[in-house]
């Protein structure tokens, strides 16, 4: 498969970055391409809501959009990782995820938008345990209703608690996480 790996962290070298490239190494070791795009390194702004897109016209927004937009069509999968912030996703994961709206086309059966078959991942870093404070359940629940309306194939939600970063120093490599994510995407199909 070809993967399109995002990583929502406005960190580089963060924990959510080091998740991102071992859950990589795994699956190109089981064969897999990957192409790795990280937010922090690119200007994606937030959707507009001028509803060009909607009309026919390409986004109005003229920033690095189309260099997810290309690797996200030549890509089998959509793996998206994000640090956990304030029980939801980073905002420039959800900026990038709020433009996919300029690539939908509208269902001539109905009300919906219409978007291209994926397979889809979500990896998250957070510095609550998975225990605690119900730290991914909002995500979890958000991930799971995005992959629905998408129409896309769930290959999973993985989180990575008790990974420090803010309280505490960031620690994910003391964690069992880099190994699992490792193992996840090894045994990716
Ligand atoms: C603005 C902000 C909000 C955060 N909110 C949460 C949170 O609600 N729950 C949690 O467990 N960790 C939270 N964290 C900690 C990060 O999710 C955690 O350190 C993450 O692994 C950082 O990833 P990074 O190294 O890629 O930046 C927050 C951190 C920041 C900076």
Not at 90 to 109: C, F, H, N, T, V
Request: contains cysteine; charged residues 20%; proline residues 4%.
């Amino acid at each position: 498969m070809k993967l399109c790996v995002v990583i929502g962290s406005g960190k580089v070298g963060g924990n959510t970055e080091q998740l991102a490239d071992a859950f990589i190494k795994g699956a190109q070791e089981a064969g897999h391409e990957a192409v790795k795009l990280h937010l922090g390194k690119l200007k994606i702004g937030p959707c507009l809501g001028c509803n060009a897109c909607t009309k026919g016209i390409p986004c109005v927004q003229k920033d690095d959009f189309h260099l997810f937009a290309e690797a996200f069509s030549a890509c089998d999968a959509v793996i998206w990782t994000t640090p956990l912030y304030f029980w939801g996703i980073s905002a420039q994961l959800k900026a990038l995820i709020d433009r996919l709206y300029s690539i939908g086309e509208k269902d001539p059966k109905g009300y919906y938008f219409l978007y291209p078959a994926k397979k889809c991942a979500m990896l998250i870093t957070g510095a609550d345990s998975d225990r605690h404070f119900w730290a991914f359940e909002l995500v979890e629940h958000y991930y799971r209703r995005l992959v629905s309306y998408m129409r896309w194939t769930d290959l999973g939600f993985f989180t990575a608690g008790g990974c420090g970063g803010s309280a505490f120093p960031r620690c994910i490599e003391k964690t069992p996480h880099l190994q699992r994510a490792y193992e996840f995407g090894k045994q990716l199909r």
